[in-house]
């Protein structure tokens, strides 16, 4: 169960309104790396959990933070799309195209569909979905994917940060890009700990069962060479990387039987 | 550009038709950690790629792999949908459940879409789509998302494994298990070398810029007391972890102005 | 079974072109509280009816005029397409700014994907889903959803109607804004008297069996004291609303048991 | 900024697992309708709320009481997916159809890819998405959502209620039905305040510029004669309903000219 | 504009109820090549054509009729889906395996979300959207598109007819069979009018344009030697295939320029 | 199995960038009926192949060619997307509106997401989907299919082409314009072969199955009067077309029962 504060876990006003730094900021909410991707995925995994309590702690902690970067983003947003332009006349557009670029570059939903506050959508327009997400039931696999949400979060977060100089923007992104430091390191942490637990190939136990003649080879499928730069160094398991330079065809054609005459597989 | 073999990189035949394993398999070629994610996002990101030659050559070469995984899966599906039943009399029915959980279980697009072969969705007949795939731009991030697309994808070949009995069908299963475990090494090797180069928070050149003074903290914002369980042990990137039993919200209360009347946000 | 006349419902014909304004429009068209989600939900409703014909009659008659505006908006977005600047030169876009802001702002679908006519998408290009219509079986609930349907619709075609001058497109949204004031009142009335025969809580049959302790309780989850101002009013069904200050957590610690070993849930 | 208990706000276990009960309370969490589809639009419409504190604690204390309730299911499902039949044989299914009912009816990537844990999507395995919600910025038309949102989800807990025996499950069914009552009551209590500062028709001020004579006419675009029992009846905003039998079109056959050459639009 | 009689274009009346084939009519429903893509496909298209008349009203009239198919089978499928099991006892299913198969295959949203009427779905949930639609404003390749719609819709109903004895369902699927061989052939005839009109290839008018020294070449990517079987044979443009063995990769390395520092694209 | 090299197939290289025709140059990849859209569905297609083994080839060359273009779109997007304006000054854009018109209409994904790298989304950011594809197992119905992808894509390629002056990007366009004449050709003379065998009508065998008084019938549902033309004209399968004035709806009134009361439709 939850308890809500109305109070902010960190500022996120931004010194002057900017609708189109208000579309950008939409990847950090909806887009498939955003905020409400964290969130969900982590709750997901934390409920899904049944072995170690700190991992199921670790993420709901987590999780539970997400959601107040939500509401940042989505209080920001809010802010930066005050006095957007809805209908500047021909004359005004022509006079100053640093106000065409605003009203063309808008995102156009933000004001017909949402009366200038935030959407649950990337910048351009694609709504959120849960695909974004991850929950296993498999920690050691969910938490590189939340090492890897947390990177390209953090990334976006780094670009986004150059494409304003608005310094109240700045200092809500300085905060994100130190929680997903935070982040990075803390699912790293665990990753490992879980890694020494059950091997650092996903999952563990197969390794008796693959045909493991296949399971340290690289392969080359094409005229590049930089492949073969990894042969003979030493993966993560301990053992070493082969190389093969012209892998054949193991398989075989296939060949199906026609279908049922039900089926009208008209094949010539 | 590419060249195609009609054989098979591996066996593609299991020893008898399975609707509801065909079914199940489509997770593996156009669910969301399926062989079409890995090769579409490999691909993209050697197309991307503009610097060492060896990670380009990396990942297109396993993204050319890939392609001849979602070929032998296709292949499969089609040999497991031979012979399913179209339309059981409900005699048959009440005679044989085993019949019945097949006839009830099937996917009905794979007969009434697709003529008893493969599609490109799920087993849940969710259509494939490239929000799953991840091309940033920064190879130390996709690394890592290439790992875990290993992960999670081995990890449900593992579970498809034991769903089955046939010793055609595991065949298969054994080589893939083998591939998801080089890909998952070898992603590894690069991503290390690119940590290496770049430092192990992504990306590596922001450090000096975010606050951080909320980068090394595990916040605490439960009664859940696990995530204690990591302060004082020393981060991937050298630092110690401090926690925050009860952090607090730093951000005040927000309070954005009343839109423009033509908006119409009548809010009481 | 439906018969079609070529003359519009109503007037669709701009001033001027003005493909801005053309893809603005695409939201009463295909977005999710378009045309399209009306016609789709009024017409489901009315095919699903099995009680009262007058509501039958009422959605198919309702549904039967959407198809209209469906066919109106499409038509009015052609017009507004024409002339729309498909190739302007470096030099007539650096003189004028209206120009630019066309340019970048137009829909780039409107002339790759469709010539210059109506998409059935949104603004951003967001495919209409039928995920936006609800045809629930249950009359009282559908007309309510029938009633925000109009609302929101309304809504944002009042927005539309402040976002041009243009007298063509200004006397096609004056009428739209007066059907969608019928259609709110008319699914109003039908829901009141559906109300009055099942009750205001949808399902009506349910109240001996939920736990209805808890069913007019004013819960406070957060430090804001807002929720407290409906404590001792009167609800819908009679009753008093109390509130609760700080809601327990009634419901324990929940402890699934470890999955079977074959889905190698890993989990520390 | 939120707090989390792991407490659960009320009791989440049902007497035995049963992996199609499983697959059917998808749709309260991650369907349309359900909890995360009022988590979602409750949050996003009080953190865009500027007006009235009250409506906005409302909204934020409701919404994160659903975050709660999203809790609750993920967990119930969680247990109900115990021992589930991951890969019975031709045998046991042939003795028993009901074994043979839960193995085809189960939601197969239950197993394959959460490891006998909740998804985020429907019982079809379709992925919730953020199309669901509603946040417009007039708390009128979106009150009036929420309760649409209460009375589908309340219709379809009753109807889970009915799919189901095991007193744990209908614990858990009967605790939601009692807060979609009290949701339902207390939003409709919301809006009828609101209706009356502005309106019953959203939004309440361009009843000057819509064409009001087109404003209270129940059209008539079949042979069905329902829709006339509404003539002469009062509207709620005091107005009566008129009747035309007939409705002519209004506005002439459309003739948009023919496209740009460079469009190629060859049309005979 | 449009009028609605109640009537039904033809009779859509089962013998007996069949939820499971309830299930599978949907994919001609709200399925990719289903009636609604065809009444959505032929009604924009009709919108958008500013050409001879004929073919304007060719597809107004069939959208139409489209129509009119939907209604038929929404009432299909409501009356295949009258009294579906909703709780079967376990003793129940343990009697009847029948029965098990129509409780597990049936898809549950049909009774949760739907109350036992349709939906705007495919068999498998998935909901339908206008990404399956096409309008692009150049009638020749849209007119291919109508034939294709109706040749996937017809194998589809072909495939549907052999999955039941019901003799209701198959006199309505034996109409539906009727239309759509006339709806091909319509189609068909004005494909060949504009061809003949504009050119076989679409569009007409680029010839002069493109690189013709590979307008005509079979190319061979593999080691299947059966392109070659179409050399030498003249195309419908009345020019001949010729056959390349080996087709040479023309266009070099590609070598981008490493981004911009602020997009932080570490790539080795 | 598949073999890379890394020479494109044909030059990519613009002469400058161009960050907005990056964006429109989407539609070729990653929209409905672009590369990814053929690639996917001719190799389906062809794996799923069991007749001719012709065809089967023809299928595989074209799809392992389709990867060719998708590697080439992306190149030249990325190509196009150097130097692109991240975060011009106000001042910048007040001095140039084309500076304006580029960053306002530029993919804003383009550089936060992928690092000024090509998407597989269409321009306006949609993700492709699978359901863009088609393999039916009926190889008449899917060669149409096929002449419609190369119908569209070359007519989207004919309108890109008079959206840039670049002649590195037309030198790239008039190559596919070339290789989708002949792909239009050659799948029309395979469809045309097919078509011998088999029939014009889809599926070739129901002819003695379907209601064929009305196989022939051009309906008219409207006032127009265009499809009269078609009427006496010779099908395609040899027979005439007769015309219906005025079709009779000939399926009566449906009537389905009320559901079951645990369903709670009250309908009134």
Chains 1, 2, 3, 4, 5, 6 share one sequence.
Do not use: C
């Not at 876990?9 to 950090?28: F, G, I, V, W």
């Not at 999952?203 to 073969?228: C, Y």
């Not at 093969?244 to 009208?264: C, F, S, V, W, Y």
């Amino acid at each position: 169960m939850f308890k809500h504060t109305r109070k902010l876990q960190y500022n996120a006003k931004p010194d002057r309104p900017d609708p189109l730094m208000a579309r950008r900021l939409q990847e950090s909410l909806g887009g498939q790396w955003g905020e409400v991707t964290g969130m969900m995925s982590y709750l997901s995994q934390g409920w899904s959990s049944t072995g170690d309590e700190k991992y199921k702690d670790l993420l709901l902690d987590t999780g539970t933070e997400e959601m107040a970067h939500v509401e940042m983003i989505s209080t920001m947003i809010a802010y930066l799309l005050e006095d957007a332009p809805l209908n500047p006349s021909e004359e005004d557009l022509k006079k100053d195209p640093s106000l065409a670029a605003k009203y063309a570059g808008m995102d156009p939903e933000h004001s017909i569909v949402h009366g200038m506050t935030a959407s649950l959508n990337n910048p351009n327009g694609g709504a959120w979905n849960a695909g974004y997400t991850t929950s296993s039931g498999n920690l050691v696999a969910d938490m590189r994917f939340n090492v890897v949400r947390e990177s390209e979060a953090r990334l976006q977060v780094s670009r986004l940060y150059y494409m304003t100089e608005d310094e109240g923007v700045r200092d809500m992104l300085k905060f994100l890009l130190a929680r997903e430091t935070q982040h990075q390191l803390q699912f790293m942490k665990a990753q490992e700990e879980l890694e020494e637990k059950y091997g650092v190939v996903v999952p563990g136990d197969m390794k008796d069962i693959e045909h493991d003649e296949f399971a340290h080879v690289l392969m080359n499928f094409s005229d590049g060479t930089g492949s073969r730069a990894f042969e003979g160094q030493t993966a993560k398991d301990g053992e070493k990387f082969t190389y093969q330079e012209n892998p054949e065809a193991m398989g075989g054609i296939p060949k199906t039987k026609p279908a049922d005459k039900r089926l009208h597989n008209d094949q010539g």
